[in-house]
């Protein structure tokens, strides 16, 4: 028996033993079972582009919220004027890195003065902190903004969607109205209307702080930019309905809150997230625009825009004052869109096909 | 045309004519909904001078009536007198500021598409070499670029920086910046568009057909390739004077051209509210008419198109 014949029909017994956990380990490939989000987040990671301009958001996103708070200078502090004494106009717009006299002279008397980066504007403010601090406001405006189309869109949407019959048809009739109205000019003409309306009503709330322009603002983004995502919802709403895997789970005997929970939703929430973080670049635009035209934040808020049309005139001693804010938005817009473009090819499903 | 193309014809002119409505009524009510009155300005008016003031523009009738009046007027071009400009018909104001702003953008309309079709098939044609991935990059930083910074960036440049071209746009010459600022945007736009439906088109089957059957090149691009990949630029025909009709707004301002855009901007903020009421419904109806011109156009070039 020792010497094997190679035609032996004989088996050996050996190869009937239990396998070993090394051969166990060996035999089955057990990949470790990856989520939908999981997926995304690996693509989204390879798109090295929309990686980028997501750590560029984040920098500046935390900047933003942090340099305010750690700064020696505030926004609307004119640094010339102290209670008591006459305006010190040595403050008034100096250069980058430039000391008025009566900071020079403390440095010369060994104390240290913390430098302004970008200089001081007309009312001796620091420029730099009104970057940062505008750099705030627009990100904020474009955040909530986006939330609340995305709100009043979904909402709508999903009534359209879910009801169907006459109330589906006079939402889209209202949106295909709106859809076709010229948007920026309706903006302008509601904001110019609307900072005059509601800025007496608001006097002594809570509201009166954000000011009456970025409130106006809000209304018409609610008012106004609903409409794609409205439709966007209801679109995907009615695909779903249909779809087989839904009826399959009604046959289960699942009930309308499962099926909404465990399927609609999660189908159609990386469209939704999609959307909204291509209306937060867009909406960033729209505010800039109005504050360049006068109607955005109230002064001395600055916000992007703003700062821009206030550098305006002084455009050829202090051509500086344009660019920065300049280069802000386009980064901000830039990184936005380019993220939103990744955030979509890592998310859609359907582009994956 | 089939019965159905017309029949989407006669829908969508009928949905323009809504819109047209809807933008009237909106300007009209949400100028109404401003707290106080045109007069209010005037230092010390007396009552009955007011009277007379509010008689005089139709002001004391029912605010109903007003409405059917204003919709009349607007139907015939007449918005009523300037509350600003003395002695001034806002129409003959519109006007005025039109033929300056009309020269700007349809000079800014024309170099925008040519250059962003020709741009967009050579990118196409020449895919993924150094040109390509160039007109990539540009057209993105440009997309993403306001127009009023671009404007303001030119102008810091060219203007002040170089002295090349003036700053002041009613000076001779003057029209150069803004129409490179206004037309910059809807060209990215277009190369864009152009080089994905060129790309599109140029994987068809009818591309390889021709060229199989031993068609030259230069008419396989011209003829086929071409002509087709245009289609997707007609739709965008509308936007792109959406665009540059709200740009206009912004870069009139910054360049200080005499036309309908700073008029708008300064009865804004100087709240001549017949003047931006006229603006408003002249320059939406200019969008509204494009946009439903470039569908109808649309359809018409391309009948397998279903809109429904």
């Known amino acids: 028996m020792d010497i094997k014949n190679p035609l032996s029909m004989h088996v050996n017994a050996e190869d009937f033993l239990p396998a070993s956990e090394e051969e166990k380990a060996y035999m089955v490939q057990m990949r470790p079972s990856t989520t939908f989000f999981r997926d995304g987040c690996r693509r989204l990671y390879k798109n090295k582009v929309a990686f980028v301009s997501m750590l560029v958001i984040i920098a500046i996103t935390v900047a933003s919220i942090v340099l305010p708070m750690v700064w020696p200078y505030r926004y609307e502090q004119q640094l010339g ?28 008397a060994g104390e240290s003065v913390f430098p302004h980066l970008f200089g001081t504007d007309a009312a001796g403010r620091d420029y730099f902190i009104r970057v940062v601090y505008g750099t705030r406001i627009s990100l904020a405006v474009g955040f909530f903004a986006s939330i609340i189309v995305l709100v009043v869109g979904m909402t709508l949407g999903s009534i359209a969607g879910f009801m169907g019959g006459r109330v589906d048809m006079v939402i889209m009739r209202i949106v295909d109205i709106i859809y076709s109205l010229p948007d920026m000019l309706m903006v302008i003409l509601l904001a110019a209307v609307m900072r005059e309306t509601i800025g007496t009503s608001l006097e002594g709330t809570v509201l009166a702080n954000i000011g009456a322009n970025i409130i106006s603002l809000f209304i018409i983004f609610a008012l106004l930019y609903w409409c794609s995502m409205a439709r966007l919802i209801r679109g995907q709403i009615l695909s779903l309905r249909e779809q087989e895997y839904v009826l399959a789970a009604q046959a289960t005997g699942a009930g309308a809150r499962w099926i909404i929970v465990k399927h609609l939703i999660p189908n159609c929430i990386s469209v939704v997230i999609i959307s909204t973080a291509l209306q937060i670049p867009s909406a960033i635009f729209t505010e800039s625009f109005l504050s360049f035209l006068g ?27 344009l660019v920065i804010p300049a280069i802000v938005i386009s980064l901000i817009v830039l990184s936005l869109n380019l993220f939103g473009d990744g955030l979509r090819d890592a998310f859609d499903p359907k582009l994956n096909q | 045309m089939d019965s159905k193309t017309l029949r989407y014809i006669a829908k969508r002119i009928v949905m323009a004519i809504v819109t047209l409505w809807a933008v009237i009524t909106v300007t009209f009510f949400v100028m109404k909904a401003v707290p106080g009155d045109p007069f209010a300005s005037e230092k010390a008016v007396t009552p009955a001078a007011r009277a007379a003031l509010e008689a005089k523009y139709g002001l004391d009738k029912p605010l109903m009536e007003q409405y059917k009046n204003y919709l009349v007027g607007a139907l015939h071009f007449d918005f009523g007198p300037s509350l600003k400009v003395r002695g001034r018909e806002v129409t003959a104001i519109i006007l005025d500021g039109m033929r300056t702003s009309a020269k700007l953008g349809i000079i800014a309309l024309l170099i925008a598409t040519v250059t962003g079709i020709v741009l967009g098939s050579i990118a196409a044609l020449r895919r993924n070499t150094i040109f390509d991935k160039f007109i990539m990059v540009i057209t993105t930083a440009f997309v993403s670029m306001p127009s009023f910074i671009m404007g303001s960036l030119l102008l810091i440049l060219f203007a002040i920086k170089l002295k090349w071209l003036p700053a002041n746009g009613a000076q001779p010459g003057g029209l150069i910046l803004p129409v490179i600022t206004l037309s910059l945007y809807p060209m990215s736009y277009i190369t864009r568009l152009t080089r994905s439906s060129m790309l599109d088109v140029l994987g068809q089957d009818y591309i390889r057909t021709a060229k199989a059957k031993g068609v030259s090149e230069r008419n396989v691009i011209m003829k086929h390739a071409l002509k087709n990949s245009l289609i997707p630029v007609i739709t965008y025909f509308g936007p792109e004077l959406a665009y540059i009709v709200t740009g206009s707004l912004v870069v009139e301002q910054i360049f200080a051209v005499p036309g309908i855009g700073r008029y708008f901007v300064s009865s804004i ?3 001549d509210y017949p003047l931006i009421m006229g603006t408003t419904i002249v320059l939406a109806s200019l969008i509204v008419i494009m946009n439903l011109v470039s569908d109808i156009m649309y359809k018409v070039v391309d009948p397998r198109i279903n809109l429904e």
Not at chain 1, 88 to 95: E, K, M
Not at chain 1, 308 to 315: H, P, T, V, Y
């Open chain 1, 81 to 108: 004027v102290q209670p008591g004494k006459p305006v010190d106009a040595s403050f008034l717009n100096l250069a980058p890195m430039e000391y008025s006299s009566t900071e020079q002279a403390r440095i010369d």
């Open chain 1, 295 to 321: 109607l955005g934040v109230n002064a001395p808020m600055p916000s992007l825009g703003s700062l821009a049309s206030d550098a305006l005139n002084g455009i050829t001693s202090y051509s500086y004052r």
């Open chain 2, 269 to 271: 903020t100087g709240r």
